[in-house]
């Protein structure tokens, strides 16, 4: 049962356009989600999160949107750079056991030039 | 360099074998995970140390185990080893138990052939 969702397994971007990374979850437990980036042979590395609490959360060229009644939150990069090009995995824990992260399988991300 | 440590980075096997994966945290980070990729899948959560004891446990398998050591480095020891057992095998580490960013080690390919 996957409780994380990403639909999109890749997504193509032309440099300077936007980003729009998608993550639906089935859980209503859920209430701290995050956006990890993952290069080819390295670990996962943390991007963004968000509590329950925030309908929105930025960091610099990243804004990660949580809408809790549709169980959806997305992750915008504005501008896309081709340093951006890597998979991203969408991540959820609830607060009992909030140090456990629910992942989902990750979208590739390619911006072109 | 997410300060994380994984040895080794590549392991091939024969079914039916045992081995140990091995992690360093980050230098003062108590919490040690432990998470399992799959091919096309998404990072499975498989357990959690905190400060030498066990914290929290995902869908782990019997024939898996993991400690967490007095100076804080994790090993998993997964025996009895199946070719669905393939995996990358990645290690986190945080500074606490509960809700807080962790920082991923490159992981650990494991090949049971």
């Known amino acids: 049962d996957q409780q994380v969702k990403q639909n999109s397994p890749s997504l193509s971007v032309q440099e300077g356009r936007i980003s729009i990374l998608n993550c639906d979850y089935t859980n209503s437990m859920f209430d701290y989600f995050l956006w990890y980036k993952k290069y080819p042979a390295e670990g996962p590395t943390f991007l963004i999160s968000?509590?329950?609490?925030?309908d929105k959360n930025e960091d610099g060229r990243f804004t990660v949107f949580l809408n809790k009644s549709a169980k959806h939150l997305s992750l915008h990069i504005v501008p896309s750079q081709p340093g951006d090009s890597a998979v991203y995995f969408c991540?959820?824990?609830?607060?009992?056991?909030?140090?456990?992260?629910?992942f989902g399988t990750g979208t590739r991300l390619q911006v072109t030039l | 360099d997410s300060g994380v440590t994984q040895t080794p980075k590549h392991l091939i096997t024969a079914t039916g074998q045992r081995v140990t994966l091995r992690c360093s945290p980050r230098?003062?980070?108590?919490?040690v995970y432990w998470y399992q990729q799959s091919l096309d899948q998404g990072l499975q959560f498989l357990i959690q140390y905190y400060n030498g004891e066990e914290r929290a446990k995902g869908n782990i398998l019997e024939r898996f185990s993991a400690q967490q050591f007095p100076d804080l480095h994790s090993e998993l020891n997964l025996s009895s080893l199946e070719l669905g057992d393939s995996a990358l095998y990645f290690c986190a580490s945080s500074l606490g138990a509960g809700r807080t960013e962790a920082f991923f080690g490159q992981g650990t390919r494991l090949t049971v052939v």
């Open positions: 230098s003062g980070d108590l919490s």
């Open positions: 991540a959820a824990s609830d607060t009992g056991t909030a140090s456990k992260l629910t």
């Open positions: 968000i509590s329950s609490i925030k």
